[in-house]
C-alpha cells in the first residue's frame, strides 16, 4: 500500500534511453473495498490536469467507488495523479446541484429545466432580434469538458448566433502554446509524443512545474533519471519546486524576464557552433534576423537582467547546445509571464536550430494547463475556428459554411475572435449583455477579482451558470443550470501529445443534473437556429453523432480524426491524431521530415508581429515564400507591464499546487486532498521574511494596487523578492459572512500577452507585511512541492493516512 | 540644401506622435492592452526623436530658412467610450502614416546625401513605425463590429 498524498509519485520503475516505460498500475477503491467488490470497470482518462491518463471507473451499486490506470495506455502505463486517484468522489458530493436555478428577488431559486431554459431562450431571442444582435452574446468555457460538447457549441456560437465573442478558460492556461504553435509551425498541433521521455538524453522545462501539474510526466522523468544513462535536468523556474531540486541546474531567474534568457541561450548556441546549419538552410526562415537581435543578449547582459549567474547561463546553453535528443516542456512560468508567446517561441528556435523535432527524443511539448483544453482549439470553443481554420483565409470559412450549410457571412470572420478578457471588457462596458459560462470559475480564476465580481454581477447583464456547483460564479448567475460531470457522461478527449481518448459513462446524474451536450443541444433546439435551407442547424442527439460530425469537420486539416471511431477508442489504449484511412493507428510526430504546415493556403495565421500583436496580411505572408519551412521568430526584451516599486517592492507569482486542482471546485470536496492543502499559504524566501520581521507560520497581508489578501506564511526555497501564492483558494468554502480576501488573483494585474491575449498572472508588484504572529504554528502548506520548507525546519510532513491508502503494482 | 527642415518635420511629427500616444494611453486606461502598448510605442517614438536630433542638428547648419507651413497639426485631444477609442486610434494612424511617408522622404534625401548613418537610423526606425500602423489597423478591426455595431 502506498500513502499517495504523502508520495503523489509513488514507487520508481527505473528504465533505460530507448526501453519502453515500465508498466505500474495504481489503483484506489474507498472504504475498504477491494476488486471482487467491482460490478464493473468503465474505460476514461483523467480531467483533472493535462496529461490525459487514462483510467477505469469502478463502479458498484451505481455508484463510483475507485479508479485504476490502464496499462495498456501509452501515456501513463498504469499510474495515476493523486488527484485521480481520490478527486472522483467529490462526483458524490451531497451539494451537487441536483435541479436549475432561477433568480427571483435577488435569490437564487429552484426550478424545473423548461422554466430555466425558457428564460434563457426569451432573453437570446430579445438580444438576437436586430442588427447586432450577435454582439450581446459572450461565451466562457472551459478546458474540462468533451470534444463533442466544445464543438456543439462553437457550432451554435458560430453559425448559429453568429458570434466572435466565444472563449474559454483555455485562455488563461494555454493560450500562448496554441500562438506559439502557430507561430512557429504555421499551424497548432504539438510536433512531439510523450514516448520522448523514454530517448532524449537531456529535458528542459521551462516555468513547467511539472512535478505538481502532471505528476505521472514527472514520474516517467524521474524513472529515466534513475534508469542507466540518465537524461540531463535543466529547471527555469523562480521557485525551489521538485523540478528545479532534481535539476542538474537551476536558473532562478527573476519574473518577467524569460525573453532575455531565451535571447541569451539562443546566442551562445549559435556564437559556440552548436546549431544545425543543414537544418536550418533547408527547413527554416529567419535566421539572419534571429542572429542579429540575440546577439544582443550576451551572458553577461542576461545575467543582469534574469538576475542569475552569467556562468549559469553559459553552462545550461552548453546543456542544451551539446544534448543529442532534447526535449523541452513550456508551462505557466512562461505562459502567463512578460512577453509569453515571443518565449515560447524561444524554445521553438531552440528546437529549430538545432534540428531537434520530429525525431524520437527531440520532442517541444509546449504544454497545456488543463486536461481538454486541446479540443477547444481544435473545434472553435476558445478564439480559433474550428479544424484548426485560419479566419483570414476566405476559403477556409467557405469550406465550413458548406459544412454547416449557412451563409458565409454568418460566420464571424470579419475581425478576430473575441479572447476572454475582452469578453469581460464588453460585459463590463455593457455591450454584451448575455454572458453564458460553463464549467469554469470566473470569480475565482481571473485577474483582479474585485472588478471581476463588479462585472459578473451587474443588474444589465444576464449571467448563465452551467456546473457541478454553486461556485464562487454560480453565486453571482441568473440562471444556474446543473452539469453532469466525468463519469456520468460520455465523450471524447485529447491530451497535449494529440492522444485522443474515450470517457464512457460509468453512473447516472444526480437529480436532474444533464451532460453539457445535452444542454447546449437543448438550447439550439429552443432557438430553432436554421441552416440555409430552412432545416434545423443542429440535428444531433447523442455524443456519437457529434463526433462523426466533427470528423468532417477535422478532414484534411491538421487535427484528422477520420480515422478514429468510438469502437477503435474503446478496449485499448489512446489514438494520436491525424488518424486518417493511410495513417490507421495515428501520427505519434510530426515534422519528421522538417516539412511544415505554412502554406498560405494552409497555415492557421498569416503571423503576429510578437511585441505588439499587429496582424500580418495575406500577401505579406505569401510574400516570405514559406515553402514547407517554419519561422524563427524574436524580439528584444522588454520589461513588464509592471514593475516592482517603493510602494510594491516585490514580484508576486502564483500557481498550483500537487493537490489541488483549478479552483478546487472538486479537489477541494475530496478529503483526501482538501485536507493535504486545506488553505491558502503565502512562500517567502528566508531573507526576505527575515527582513520583514516574518516567521513560518505567521499572518501576513500582501497586497496590490488591485486588493490585498491575507494568508499564513511558509518560509522556503523561492527566490528573493518573490512571493507565491496558489491560485486554487477561494471562497465556496467560507461562510459568506465570514469570508477573508485570500484568492490570489485579489491581486493580479489585468494585463495580456498582445499575441496570445494570455494574462500575466505571474508578475503582479505588491507589498507584504506581518499582520499576525503564527505563535508557533506551521502553514498550511503542505510538505511536498514547490512549498516544502528546509529539512530541519522541524515542520509535521504532509500525509493521507488510512484514508489514502492506494495500491500499486505491476499486474 | 532642404533635408534639415524634413528631419525637421519627422523630428516633430515623432514628438507630437509619443505625445499622442501617452494621452490615448492615459485616456483609455480601463483598456489594458491600449495602455500598455501605446504607453510603449511612445517610448519608441522617444527614441525615434532622439535618433533624428543629431542629424537635425547637423544638416541645420547649412539650411535655408524653413518654409511657411511646414509642420501640420494632426491631434487636438482624446475621446471617451468605445466609439471615441476607434476614433482616437484613427488619429494616432494618421500621425503614423506621416511619420512613416516621412521616412521613406528622409531616406530617400539619405541615399542622395550619401549619409549611411542616416541610412541605418532610417532603416531601423521605418520598420518599427510600419509596425505601429499594423497595430493600430489591426486593433480597429477588432473593435470596430463591436464598437459600432453592437454598442448602445
Same mark, same amino acid.
Given at each position: 500500500?502506498?500513502?499517495?498524498?504523502?508520495?503523489?509519485?509513488?514507487?520508481?520503475?527505473?528504465?533505460?534511453?530507448?526501453?519502453?516505460?515500465?508498466?505500474?498500475?495504481?489503483?484506489?477503491?474507498? #472504504?475498504?473495498?477491494?476488486?471482487?467488490?467491482?460490478?464493473?470497470?468503465?474505460?476514461?482518462?483523467?480531467?483533472?490536469?493535462?496529461?490525459?491518463?487514462?483510467?477505469?471507473?469502478?463502479?458498484?451499486?451505481?455508484?463510483?467507488?475507485?479508479?485504476?490506470?490502464?496499462?495498456?495506455?501509452?501515456?501513463?502505463?498504469?499510474?495515476?495523479?493523486?488527484?485521480?486517484?481520490?478527486?472522483?468522489?467529490?462526483?458524490?458530493?451531497?451539494?451537487?446541484?441536483?435541479?436549475?436555478?432561477?433568480?427571483?428577488?435577488?435569490?437564487?431559486?429552484?426550478?424545473?429545466?423548461?422554466?430555466?431554459?425558457?428564460?434563457?431562450?426569451?432573453?437570446?431571442?430579445?438580444?438576437?432580434?436586430?442588427?447586432?444582435?450577435?454582439?450581446?452574446?459572450?461565451?466562457?468555457?472551459?478546458?474540462?469538458?468533451?470534444?463533442?460538447?466544445?464543438?456543439?457549441?462553437?457550432?451554435?456560437?458560430?453559425?448559429?448566433?453568429?458570434?466572435?465573442?466565444?472563449?474559454?478558460?483555455?485562455?488563461?492556461?494555454?493560450?500562448?502554446?496554441?500562438?506559439?504553435?502557430?507561430?512557429?509551425?504555421?499551424?497548432?498541433?504539438?510536433?512531439?509524443?510523450?514516448?520522448?521521455?523514454?530517448?532524449?538524453?537531456?529535458?528542459?522545462?521551462?516555468?513547467?512545474?511539472? *512535478?505538481?501539474?502532471?505528476?505521472?510526466?514527472?514520474?516517467?522523468?524521474?524513472?529515466?533519471?534513475?534508469?542507466?544513462?540518465?537524461?540531463?535536468?535543466?529547471?527555469?523556474?523562480?521557485?525551489?519546486?521538485?523540478?528545479?531540486?532534481?535539476?542538474? /541546474?537551476?536558473?532562478?531567474?527573476?519574473?518577467?524576464?524569460?525573453?532575455?534568457?531565451?535571447?541569451?541561450?539562443?546566442?551562445?548556441?549559435?556564437?559556440?557552433?552548436?546549431?544545425?546549419?543543414?537544418?536550418?538552410?533547408?527547413?527554416?526562415?529567419?535566421?539572419?534576423?534571429?542572429?542579429?537581435?540575440?546577439?544582443?543578449?550576451?551572458?553577461?547582459?542576461? @545575467?543582469?537582467?534574469?538576475?542569475?549567474?552569467?556562468?549559469?547561463?553559459?553552462?545550461? *546553453?552548453?546543456?542544451?547546445?551539446?544534448?543529442?535528443?532534447?526535449?523541452?516542456?513550456?508551462?505557466?512560468?512562461?505562459?502567463?509571464?512578460?512577453?509569453?508567446?515571443?518565449?515560447?517561441?524561444?524554445?521553438?528556435?531552440?528546437?529549430?536550430?538545432?534540428?531537434?523535432?520530429?525525431?524520437?527524443?527531440?520532442?517541444?511539448?509546449?504544454?497545456?494547463?488543463?486536461?481538454?483544453?486541446?479540443?477547444?482549439?481544435?473545434?472553435?470553443?476558445?478564439?480559433?475556428?474550428?479544424?484548426?481554420?485560419?479566419?483570414?483565409?476566405? @476559403?477556409?470559412?467557405?469550406?465550413?459554411?458548406?459544412?454547416?450549410?449557412?451563409?458565409?457571412?454568418?460566420?464571424?470572420?470579419?475581425?478576430?475572435?473575441?479572447?476572454?478578457?475582452?469578453?469581460?471588457?464588453?460585459?463590463?462596458?455593457?455591450?454584451?449583455?448575455?454572458?453564458?459560462?460553463?464549467?469554469?470559475?470566473?470569480?475565482?480564476?481571473?485577474?483582479?477579482?474585485?472588478?471581476?465580481?463588479?462585472?459578473?454581477?451587474?443588474?444589465?447583464?444576464?449571467?448563465?451558470?452551467?456546473?457541478?456547483?454553486?461556485?464562487?460564479?454560480?453565486?453571482?448567475?441568473?440562471?444556474?443550470?446543473?452539469?453532469?460531470?466525468?463519469?456520468?457522461?460520455?465523450?471524447?478527449?485529447?491530451?497535449?501529445?494529440?492522444?485522443?481518448?474515450?470517457?464512457?459513462?460509468?453512473?447516472?446524474?444526480?437529480?436532474?443534473?444533464?451532460?453539457?451536450?445535452?444542454?447546449? /443541444?437543448?438550447?439550439?433546439?429552443?432557438?430553432?437556429?436554421?441552416?440555409?435551407?430552412?432545416?434545423?442547424?443542429?440535428?444531433?442527439?447523442?455524443?456519437?453523432?457529434?463526433?462523426?460530425?466533427?470528423?468532417?469537420?477535422?478532414?484534411?486539416?491538421?487535427?484528422?480524426?477520420?480515422?478514429?471511431?468510438? &469502437?477503435?477508442?474503446?478496449?485499448?489504449?489512446?489514438?494520436?491524431?491525424?488518424?486518417?484511412?493511410?495513417?490507421?493507428?495515428?501520427?505519434?510526430?510530426?515534422?519528421?521530415?522538417?516539412?511544415?504546415?505554412?502554406?498560405?493556403?494552409?497555415?492557421?495565421?498569416?503571423?503576429?508581429? /510578437?511585441?505588439?500583436?499587429?496582424?500580418?496580411?495575406?500577401?505579406?505572408?505569401?510574400?516570405?515564400?514559406?515553402?514547407?519551412?517554419?519561422?524563427?521568430?524574436?524580439?528584444?526584451?522588454?520589461?513588464?507591464?509592471?514593475?516592482?516599486? #517603493?510602494?510594491?517592492?516585490?514580484?508576486?507569482?502564483?500557481?498550483?499546487?500537487?493537490?489541488?486542482?483549478?479552483?478546487?471546485?472538486?479537489?477541494?470536496?475530496?478529503?483526501?486532498?482538501?485536507?493535504?492543502?486545506?488553505?491558502?499559504?503565502?512562500?517567502?524566501?528566508?531573507?526576505?521574511a527575515a527582513r520583514l520581521g516574518i516567521a513560518e507560520g505567521d499572518l501576513v497581508g500582501v497586497a496590490s494596487?488591485?486588493?490585498?489578501?491575507?494568508?499564513?506564511?511558509?518560509?522556503?526555497?523561492?527566490?528573493?523578492?518573490?512571493?507565491?501564492?496558489?491560485?486554487?483558494?477561494?471562497?465556496? #468554502?467560507?461562510?459568506?459572512?465570514?469570508?477573508?480576501?485570500?484568492?490570489?488573483?485579489?491581486?493580479?494585474?489585468?494585463?495580456?500577452?498582445?499575441?496570445?491575449?494570455?494574462?500575466?498572472?505571474?508578475?503582479?508588484?505588491?507589498?507584504?507585511?506581518?499582520?499576525?504572529?503564527?505563535?508557533?504554528?506551521?502553514?498550511?502548506?503542505?510538505?511536498?512541492?514547490?512549498?516544502?520548507?528546509?529539512?530541519? &525546519?522541524?515542520?509535521?510532513?504532509?500525509?493521507?493516512?488510512?484514508?489514502?491508502?492506494?495500491?500499486?503494482?505491476?499486474? | 540644401?532642404?533635408?534639415?527642415?524634413?528631419?525637421?518635420?519627422?523630428h516633430r511629427a515623432q514628438v507630437n506622435l509619443a505625445d499622442a500616444f501617452r494621452q490615448v494611453a492615459d485616456?483609455?486606461?480601463?483598456?489594458?492592452?491600449?495602455?500598455?502598448?501605446?504607453?510603449?510605442?511612445?517610448?519608441?517614438?522617444? *527614441?525615434?526623436?532622439?535618433?533624428?536630433?543629431?542629424?537635425?542638428?547637423?544638416?541645420?547648419?547649412?539650411?535655408?530658412?524653413?518654409?511657411?507651413?511646414?509642420?501640420?497639426?494632426?491631434?487636438?485631444?482624446?475621446?471617451?467610450?468605445?466609439?471615441?477609442?476607434?476614433?482616437? /486610434?484613427?488619429?494616432?494612424?494618421?500621425?503614423?502614416?506621416?511619420?512613416?511617408?516621412?521616412?521613406?522622404?528622409?531616406?530617400?534625401?539619405?541615399?542622395?546625401?550619401?549619409?549611411?548613418?542616416?541610412?541605418?537610423?532610417?532603416?531601423?526606425?521605418?520598420?518599427?513605425?510600419?509596425?505601429?500602423?499594423?497595430?493600430?489597423?489591426?486593433?480597429?478591426?477588432?473593435?470596430?463590429?463591436?464598437?459600432?455595431?453592437?454598442?448602445?
Open positions: 500500500m502506498v500513502d499517495r498524498i504523502a508520495d503523489p509519485w509513488g514507487e520508481r520503475t527505473p528504465y533505460g534511453p530507448g526501453q519502453e516505460w515500465p508498466v505500474r498500475v495504481d489503483r484506489y477503491l474507498a #472504504d475498504g473495498r477491494t476488486d471482487a467488490d467491482v460490478d464493473r470497470w468503465v474505460q476514461s482518462a483523467s480531467v483533472l490536469h493535462s496529461n490525459g491518463d487514462a483510467l477505469d471507473i469502478a463502479v458498484a451499486d451505481g455508484r463510483i467507488v475507485g479508479v485504476r490506470g490502464r496499462a495498456v495506455d501509452r501515456i501513463n502505463r498504469g499510474r495515476l495523479d493523486p488527484k485521480d486517484l481520490y478527486g472522483w468522489q467529490a462526483n458524490h458530493s451531497p451539494d451537487r446541484l441536483t435541479r436549475p436555478l432561477v433568480r427571483e428577488g435577488g435569490r437564487l431559486v429552484e426550478t424545473d429545466w423548461d422554466t430555466a431554459m425558457g428564460r434563457i431562450v426569451a432573453r437570446s431571442k430579445e438580444l438576437l432580434d436586430g442588427p447586432g444582435g450577435w454582439g450581446h452574446f459572450g461565451f466562457y468555457t472551459t478546458g474540462q469538458l468533451f470534444l463533442e460538447e466544445y464543438y456543439a457549441l462553437g457550432v451554435i456560437g458560430k453559425a448559429g448566433l453568429g458570434t466572435p465573442h466565444m472563449d474559454g478558460n483555455t485562455r488563461l492556461c494555454t493560450a500562448t502554446a496554441a500562438a506559439a504553435l502557430k507561430a512557429s509551425f504555421g499551424t497548432d498541433g504539438q510536433p512531439g509524443s510523450y514516448t520522448d521521455v523514454d530517448h532524449c538524453d537531456a529535458i528542459a522545462l521551462w516555468g513547467h512545474n511539472v *512535478a505538481e501539474t502532471q505528476t505521472v510526466l514527472w514520474m516517467r522523468m524521474l524513472d529515466r533519471r534513475r534508469g542507466p544513462n540518465p537524461p540531463a535536468m535543466l529547471a527555469v523556474d523562480p521557485r525551489a519546486t521538485p523540478v528545479a531540486r532534481e535539476a542538474d /541546474l537551476h536558473l532562478a531567474v527573476r519574473s518577467g524576464t524569460n525573453m532575455a534568457l531565451m535571447n541569451g541561450l539562443l546566442r551562445e548556441i549559435i556564437r559556440r557552433g552548436w546549431y544545425d546549419r543543414d537544418y536550418v538552410d533547408a527547413h527554416t526562415l529567419g535566421f539572419e534576423e534571429l542572429r542579429r537581435i540575440v546577439d544582443g543578449y550576451p551572458p553577461r547582459r542576461v @545575467a543582469d537582467i534574469c538576475d542569475v549567474p552569467a556562468a549559469d547561463v553559459e553552462r545550461a *546553453a552548453e546543456l542544451l547546445g551539446t544534448s543529442q535528443r532534447l526535449l523541452s516542456t513550456v508551462l505557466q512560468g512562461f505562459y502567463q509571464s512578460n512577453q509569453a508567446t515571443a518565449a515560447a517561441c524561444g524554445v521553438n528556435n531552440l528546437h529549430l536550430i538545432r534540428g531537434m523535432i520530429g525525431r524520437p527524443g527531440a520532442g517541444i511539448y509546449q504544454m497545456n494547463g488543463q486536461p481538454t483544453a486541446q479540443n477547444t482549439r481544435e473545434t472553435g470553443a476558445d478564439g480559433d475556428l474550428p479544424g484548426l481554420r485560419n479566419w483570414e483565409n476566405t @476559403a477556409h470559412i467557405e469550406e465550413l459554411a458548406r459544412l454547416w450549410n449557412v451563409d458565409v457571412d454568418v460566420i464571424p470572420h470579419w475581425a478576430p475572435p473575441t479572447h476572454a478578457m475582452q469578453i469581460f471588457r464588453y460585459a463590463e462596458q455593457g455591450s454584451i449583455k448575455l454572458l453564458w459560462i460553463s464549467a469554469t470559475n470566473p470569480a475565482v480564476s481571473l485577474p483582479d477579482l474585485s472588478r471581476i465580481r463588479r462585472v459578473l454581477a451587474k443588474p444589465e447583464l444576464f449571467v448563465v451558470v452551467q456546473d457541478l456547483f454553486l461556485t464562487e460564479t454560480a453565486e453571482l448567475a441568473d440562471v444556474v443550470l446543473p452539469g453532469a460531470t466525468w463519469g456520468e457522461k460520455t465523450g471524447t478527449f485529447t491530451s497535449v501529445d494529440r492522444t485522443v481518448h474515450i470517457s464512457d459513462k460509468a453512473v447516472d446524474p444526480p437529480g436532474e443534473a444533464k451532460p453539457d451536450l445535452d444542454i447546449f /443541444l437543448d438550447y439550439a433546439r429552443r432557438m430553432d437556429f436554421r441552416d440555409r435551407d430552412g432545416q434545423p442547424l443542429i440535428r444531433w442527439t447523442g455524443p456519437e453523432e457529434v463526433f462523426e460530425a466533427w470528423k468532417e469537420c477535422s478532414r484534411g486539416r491538421p487535427c484528422d480524426y477520420t480515422g478514429i471511431t468510438y &469502437a477503435k477508442l474503446r478496449g485499448g489504449s489512446g489514438v494520436q491524431w491525424p488518424c486518417t484511412d493511410e495513417h490507421p493507428d495515428g501520427t505519434e510526430r510530426l515534422y519528421t521530415d522538417g516539412r511544415f504546415p505554412t502554406d498560405p493556403d494552409y497555415c492557421e495565421t498569416y503571423g503576429h508581429d /510578437l511585441a505588439t500583436g499587429a496582424e500580418f496580411t495575406e500577401p505579406e505572408y505569401r510574400a516570405k515564400e514559406p515553402d514547407g519551412r517554419a519561422f524563427l521568430h524574436t524580439v528584444d526584451y522588454q520589461p513588464s507591464p509592471e514593475v516592482p516599486d #517603493d510602494e510594491h517592492p516585490m514580484l508576486l507569482t502564483t500557481g498550483r499546487t500537487v493537490y489541488q486542482f483549478h479552483t478546487r471546485t472538486k479537489t477541494g470536496r475530496a478529503p483526501q486532498l482538501d485536507r493535504a492543502a486545506p488553505d491558502v499559504w503565502v512562500e517567502l524566501n528566508p531573507a526576505d494596487a488591485r486588493g490585498g489578501i491575507q494568508a499564513r506564511a511558509r518560509l522556503c526555497g523561492i527566490r528573493p523578492g518573490v512571493v507565491f501564492l496558489p491560485f486554487h483558494y477561494g471562497y465556496f #468554502d467560507q461562510d459568506p459572512h465570514e469570508r477573508t480576501p485570500r484568492a490570489a488573483n485579489e491581486l493580479t494585474v489585468t494585463a495580456w500577452d498582445p499575441v496570445s491575449k494570455q494574462p500575466l498572472f505571474k508578475v503582479a508588484a505588491v507589498a507584504v507585511e506581518k499582520l499576525a504572529d503564527g505563535r508557533g504554528v506551521p502553514a498550511p502548506a503542505p510538505t511536498v512541492g514547490g512549498s516544502a520548507p528546509p529539512p530541519d &525546519a522541524g515542520i509535521p510532513p504532509t500525509v493521507g493516512g488510512p484514508a489514502a491508502q492506494a495500491t500499486s503494482g505491476k499486474e | 540644401m532642404h533635408l534639415a527642415h524634413y528631419l525637421g518635420l519627422l485616456a483609455h486606461a480601463e483598456e489594458p492592452d491600449i495602455r500598455h502598448l501605446c504607453e510603449r510605442q511612445a517610448k519608441r517614438c522617444d *527614441a525615434h526623436a532622439e535618433g533624428l536630433r543629431p542629424f537635425a542638428d547637423r544638416y541645420a547648419e547649412d539650411a535655408p530658412t524653413e518654409p511657411d507651413r511646414l509642420h501640420s497639426q494632426l491631434f487636438t485631444g482624446t475621446r471617451t467610450g468605445g466609439i471615441g477609442l476607434l476614433r482616437d /486610434l484613427q488619429d494616432l494612424y494618421l500621425m503614423a502614416a506621416e511619420c512613416d511617408i516621412a521616412w521613406t522622404v528622409v531616406g530617400q534625401a539619405a541615399y542622395g546625401a550619401r549619409d549611411e548613418d542616416l541610412i541605418a537610423l532610417v532603416k531601423r526606425c521605418e520598420g518599427e513605425t510600419a509596425i505601429q500602423l499594423k497595430w493600430l489597423r489591426t486593433r480597429m478591426k477588432a473593435a470596430a463590429p463591436q464598437a459600432l455595431v453592437v454598442a448602445d
